[in-house]
Structure formats: C-alpha cells, structure tokens
T-cell receptor, first 114, second 116 residues
Framework: AQSVTQLDSQVPVFEEAPVELRCNYSSSVSVYLFWYVQYPNQGLQLLLKYLSGSTLVESINGFEAEFNKSQTSFHLRKPSVHISDTAEYFCAVGTGGSQGNLIFGKGTKLSVKP | NAGVMQNPRHLVRRRGQEARLRCSPMKGHSHVYWYRQLPEEGLKFMVYLQKENIIDESGMPKERFSAEFPKEGPSILRIQQVVRGDSAAYFC??????????????FGSGTRLTVV
C-alpha cells in the first residue's frame, strides 16, 4: 500500500529565509508525485508535479521539488519565502492507471513572519 | 472558463438530518472525484465517478454515504442521518479522463459541513 509522510506539521520561518518542507512516500510501484497548496478557507491548488524525466521540477512562483527515488523523497524548497507563501502544503502520491485516486500527506503549515 | 464549482460553501446540519453536497466539474470534464478533509488531516479519497457510473468507491463509508454523477447536472454527495464525526471539508475534483491523476486534478473550493 502507498503512504505519504510529511515530517513537519508546522514550519515557522522569517520572510526571505529559505525553507524546505519534507515529504517521504512508500510505494512498491512507480509513482507520480505532487505538491498542492491550500490557502485559508480555499481549495487545493496544484503547485508542481513529478511525472517522469528530470527529477527537479519547478513552479512558477519560485518553489522547486526534487524526486529522489533512492530516498523515496520529494521535498519542497524555496530559497526565499514571502509573507504570501503562508499556507498549508500537501504532498500527494498516485500511481496512475484508471483508479485515479491520490494519497495525501497530513500537510505542513508554513507560517512566514516579517 | 469556470473552475470546479462546489456548493454550498458552508453547510450546517443537525444530527440526523441529510446533507447534500454538489459539484459541477470544469467544462469538458467527465470524471469527478470526492475527497474528505478531517480537521488536522490530509485529504482522504472517497469516490471516483464518471457520468452515470461509479468507478471506485473504496473510500466511501459503507453506510449513510452515497454519490452520483447523472448524465445531466452536477455530481451529488449525499450523507444521510449525519453525525458529528461527519463534520469536515468535502472537496471535489475533476479531470478530462481517468488518467487525470497524471496531471494533477483541478479542485473546487470545497464544502465545509458542520454537524451540530
């Protein structure tokens, strides 16, 4: 069975500091990996995804994540955060096929302070 | 091009009442997925539907919960005889095909159900 572990439930950082949100997964088959962001009282927005190819994927707002197969990790990083990055971030894994359901981690609340 | 529309945004029900949650997928999307988010938890898959068909309901509680996606109209998640433990945010996502997982879903803003 697949599972996703987000090791930190809360991450407080100061503005312009770097941040890493950790995500580890377990699966016996090839996976697709996603990061979603949820702002307060809103739905989830896809931040970035790994399907195949280059193990480093980037989003349009400066986040990046690296797929590490040997460590079964997909950590999310940003070199310099902004107040507006304050949100909850969810890592998710799927295996494609026709079932279509994703397995989500419990989320990491990123709090950026001035 | 409107995204995935869910209504109502907030729903309050007394214990024992029925809750109906609606989801209109993005235009051109014929696959709908329902997820539930309990407090301090990630999203949990509930059910995956195509028009007029339930494809995977492995995440649905065995009793009181049902879902449909008729040929016309929105997808409906129905919870009968609600209990306090049903209080959660319910999210709907849609895709153009069953491999929407490959590209990441488009989620709606959710319905926050409170059972009092």
């Amino acid at each position: 069975a697949q599972s996703v572990t987000q090791l930190d439930s809360q991450v407080p950082v100061f503005e312009e500091a770097p941040v890493e949100l950790r995500c580890n997964y377990s699966s016996s088959v090839s996976v697709y990996l996603f990061w979603y962001v949820q702002y307060p009282n809103q739905g989830l927005q896809l931040l970035l995804k790994y399907l195949s190819g280059s193990t480093l994927v980037e989003s349009i707002n400066g986040f990046e994540a690296e797929f590490n197969k040997s460590q079964t990790s997909f950590h999310l990083r940003k070199p310099s955060v902004h107040i507006s990055d304050t949100a909850e971030y969810f890592c998710a894994v799927g295996t494609g096929g026709s079932q279509g359901n994703l397995i989500f981690g419990k989320g990491t609340k990123l709090s950026v302070k001035p | 091009n409107a995204g995935v529309m869910q209504n109502p945004r907030h729903l309050v029900r007394r214990r024992g009442q029925e809750a109906r949650l609606r989801c209109s997928p993005m235009k051109g999307h014929s696959h709908v997925y329902w997820y539930r988010q309990l407090p301090e938890e990630g999203l949990k898959f509930m059910v995956y539907l195509q028009k007029e068909n339930i494809i995977d309901e492995s995440g649905m509680p065995k009793e009181r919960f049902s879902a449909e996606f008729p040929k016309e109209g929105p997808s409906i998640l129905r919870i009968q005889q609600v209990v306090r433990g049903d209080s959660a945010a319910y999210f709907c996502a849609s895709s153009t095909s069953g491999t929407g997982i490959n590209y990441g879903y488009t989620f709606g803003s959710g319905t926050r159900l409170t059972v009092v």
